[in-house]
């Protein structure tokens, strides 16, 4: 059993979106393919990986370091003892071989990205959707057959007014979603307070509406929206200021007793542990956001979980940012309190399979092999044609 060929493609999801702190005219991400000797069904298992959304495609460092050290590799280094399967775990500290710790840039979003692909084909190998295999390897056997979801949206656009955002998500609601997200921080207090107020007149209420100020604030002003905001009782206040800036997250929590979210930018498990050390997040409500795809892949993720569990903190604390299916089975496999979702933005990489629909506030996910990229046509298509 062995890889035979690996190929990456990075490939435009560029737009007209904005969030605070930067534009997506130039965004794009890499699509891995690891294609195996192991056939199933007749043909070569190939498994596929993308990098999430909002860190540019690692083409270079795949390219230069870690697809080689994959390439590399004697078979027998990256599989389980028996041979009957790849071995994520092992397959990690191949890539990781020869990197120093701490100061984990970007390298840890192009380890994601093949690594969502091996765990695509370990899950085929087995001839399991992946959320089963987690469930059966890493918990009792049986995984969520739900998992919640909310709509990631609400970014500042040219053009884009009040009406255009409340049309935006009532169109969310219509589409089954009970909790959507918008962007602030990208203008004025006031206008963004305009902005929140013209889209809880479209939700239910105050618990359907998260916001996302993508790590723009300081201090002051992070407490400043705080104030405003705490008595419409949001679902979330996400990540205000720095995302490394934990004492900021601790001091805004004496200043804001409704949730708040953070976590997307920590891209290691000892980030991940400085902000439950520093960041003041507080385990009976808060929410964490770790993206396995922009950090280290799943075999970091789950010592993420570990290292929660240490600290008293449940999984079910997860939502992960990215709306991706690879963060979706692990919520289901796992035990994660849910997963984005971007239904209309980063497509194809955005939403989940199709025809599965959403279902007030929940998702359920496709019994085929694997993360189910197959279940999602446009995706798929676009997969394949990285593979050939
Ligand atoms: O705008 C972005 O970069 C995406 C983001 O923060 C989120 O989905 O929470
Ligand atoms: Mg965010």
Redesign the pocket.
Known sequence: MRIVDIKEKAVSIKST?S?A??D?SKMNVSVVAVVTDVVRDGKPVIGYGFNS??RYAPSGMLHDRFIPRLRDAKPAELLNDAGTNFDPHRIWDVLMKGEKPGGHGERSVAVGTLDMAIWDAVAKIEEKPLYQLLADWYGNGTPDEQVFVYA?GG?YQPGKGLQELQDEMRNYLDMGYSVV?M?IGGSSLDEDLRRIEAVLKVVPDGGSLAV?A?GRFDLPTAIDYAKKLEPYNLFWY??AGDPLDYQLQNELANYYKNPMATG?NLFSMQDARNLIRYGGMRSDRDYL?FDCALSYGLVEYMRILDMLKEYSWSPRRCIP???HQMSLNIAAGLGLGGN?S?PGVFEPFGGFADNIPIEHGYVKLPDIPGVGFEAKADLIELMRTVAK
Do not use: T
């Open positions: 979106i969030n702190y930067i997506f959304n909002g990631a970014y997200k962007k996302d993508n996400e990540e997307e956001q940012h990215g709306g984005e971007y």
